[in-house]
C-alpha cells in the first residue's frame, strides 16, 4: 500500500482519537458544574466546546513532546504502521471504557499504545529512554499534586467561608463555576488535543512528507483542535455521572475548589511541553477537595476501581497495540 495512503488512514485515525477523546473527556471539564446546576448540560458543553478549540490552537508544546520524545521517528522502518497500530489500540481502550462508564485516560491509552506499537516494530531499543522517563513522571506525580492541591484550596475556603451563610456561599461558588468550568476546558485542549497534533506529526515525519517534530503545521492545528471540540459537543454522559456524582455529593465550593486546582494543574503541565492525563488530574483534585471536606464522604470503592483502571491502562493499551502491529506487518 502506498506511504500516502497509511498516512491518510493515520490522520482519520489521529481525528477519531481526538473527537472520542472530547466525548469521553467533555465529563471531566465540565461534571462539576452540571452537577451543582451551575450551568445547564447544554450550555456546558457549548462552552467546553468552544474554549477546548481555543485552547487547542494556541500551544503546540506538549505535541513535539509526544512527536518526538517517545521515539525517533526517522528511525523506524514502518513508522507509519506503527501509528496505525498506536491509534487502533488507543481508540479501542478508550472506547470499552467510554461504554463501561470508566473514566479512564485517554493520555495513558495513546502513550501505552505508541509505546507498544513501537516495541513490537523495533524492540526496545527504539524507545527514548529519557523522552518516556519525563512523560511517565508527569503522568504519575500530576494526581498526586492535584490531589494535595485539592485538599488545601478546599482547606482553606471552608476556612474563609466558616461563618458564612452556606446558601450565599453556594449562590457564589455557582456563578464561579462558570469561569472555572472555562479555564477548565482551556486547559483540556491545550494538552489533550496536542496528542493527536503529535501523533500526526510523528507520522507525516517518519513518512518523509516533512523533516522534523519541531514544526506542527498550521492544518494539523485546525483539524485536531476542530476534531476535539465536535467531541465534546457530544458529551460523555455516563462518565459526568461518575465523576459528578458517585465519586461525592459536590456543592458549589467544593466543584470550584476541584476545577482550579485540576485547570491549574493541567496548564502548568501544558507550559512545561508536558503530557498530563486530563481524567487523573480532575478525578485526583475532585477526591482531594472532598476529602477536606469529610474523609468519610468519599465513596473510597469506586474511588479504587478508577484507580484501578488508570493502572491497567498502559499496559494493557500496550499489549493491544503490539498485536495490533504484528497483525498489520503479515501484510507489509
Given at each position: 500500500?502506498?506511504?500516502?495512503?497509511?498516512?491518510?488512514?493515520?490522520?482519520?485515525?489521529?481525528?477519531?482519537?481526538?473527537?472520542?477523546?472530547?466525548?469521553?473527556?467533555?465529563?471531566?471539564?465540565?461534571?462539576?458544574?452540571?452537577?451543582?446546576?451551575?450551568?445547564?448540560?447544554?450550555?456546558?458543553?457549548?462552552?467546553?466546546?468552544?474554549?477546548?478549540?481555543?485552547?487547542?490552537?494556541?500551544?503546540?508544546?506538549?505535541?513535539?513532546?509526544?512527536?518526538?520524545?517517545?521515539?525517533d521517528p526517522t528511525v523506524l522502518d514502518h513508522g507509519v504502521q506503527v501509528v496505525v497500530a498506536a491509534l487502533l489500540g488507543a481508540i479501542i481502550w478508550n472506547l470499552v471504557t467510554w461504554w463501561f462508564g470508566i473514566p479512564s485516560s485517554s493520555s495513558h491509552a495513546l502513550i501505552g499504545s505508541l509505546t507498544g506499537a513501537v516495541i513490537s516494530s523495533a524492540g526496545f531499543g527504539a524507545?527514548?529512554?529519557?523522552?518516556?522517563?519525563?512523560?511517565?513522571?508527569?503522568?504519575?506525580?500530576?494526581?498526586?499534586?492535584?490531589?494535595?492541591?485539592?485538599?488545601?484550596?478546599?482547606?482553606?475556603?471552608?476556612?474563609?467561608?466558616?461563618?458564612?451563610?452556606?446558601?450565599?456561599?453556594?449562590?457564589?461558588?455557582?456563578?464561579?463555576?462558570?469561569?472555572?468550568?472555562?479555564?477548565?476546558?482551556?486547559?483540556?485542549?491545550?494538552?489533550?488535543?496536542?496528542?493527536?497534533?503529535?501523533i500526526i506529526t510523528f507520522a507525516l515525519v517518519t513518512a518523509n512528507v516533512q523533516d522534523t517534530t519541531d514544526h506542527i503545521p498550521l492544518w494539523v492545528k485546525i483539524s485536531a483542535a476542530t476534531a476535539m471540540a465536535l467531541g465534546t459537543s457530544i458529551g460523555g454522559w455516563k462518565i459526568i455521572k461518575t465523576m459528578g456524582t458517585k465519586i461525592f455529593k459536590i456543592e458549589p465550593i467544593n466543584g470550584f475548589a476541584a476545577d482550579i486546582t485540576s485547570a491549574t494543574v493541567i496548564f502548568s503541565a501544558t507550559l512545561t511541553h508536558l503530557p498530563v492525563s486530563t481524567t487523573h488530574v480532575i478525578t485526583s483534585s475532585i477526591l482531594g477537595v472532598g476529602s477536606a471536606k469529610r474523609f468519610s464522604a468519599v465513596k473510597w470503592g469506586l474511588a479504587g476501581r478508577i484507580v484501578i483502571s488508570w493502572i491497567i491502562t498502559i499496559p494493557i493499551s500496550m499489549i493491544v497495540a503490539a498485536l495490533i502491529y504484528q497483525a498489520i506487518a503479515l501484510f507489509l
Open positions: 500500500m502506498d506511504v500516502y495512503i497509511w498516512v491518510g488512514i493515520v490522520i482519520f485515525l489521529a481525528l477519531a482519537f481526538d473527537f472520542i477523546n472530547g466525548f469521553h473527556d467533555t465529563a471531566n471539564a465540565i461534571a462539576t458544574t452540571v452537577s451543582t446546576r451551575a450551568l445547564s448540560p447544554r450550555l456546558a458543553i457549548i462552552l467546553a466546546s468552544f474554549m477546548n478549540f481555543l485552547g487547542a490552537i494556541m500551544f503546540t508544546g506538549v505535541a513535539k513532546t509526544i512527536g518526538g520524545k517517545i521515539a524507545i527514548n529512554a529519557g523522552g518516556f522517563t519525563d512523560i511517565i513522571k508527569a503522568l504519575i506525580l500530576s494526581p498526586f499534586i492535584a490531589f494535595a492541591g485539592g485538599f488545601v484550596v478546599m482547606w482553606l475556603l471552608k476556612q474563609a467561608f466558616a461563618r458564612s451563610s452556606p446558601h450565599q456561599v453556594n449562590k457564589m461558588f455557582r456563578s464561579g463555576q462558570i469561569l472555572t468550568a472555562a479555564f477548565q476546558s482551556f486547559t483540556h485542549g491545550t494538552n489533550d488535543a496536542q496528542k493527536a497534533m503529535g
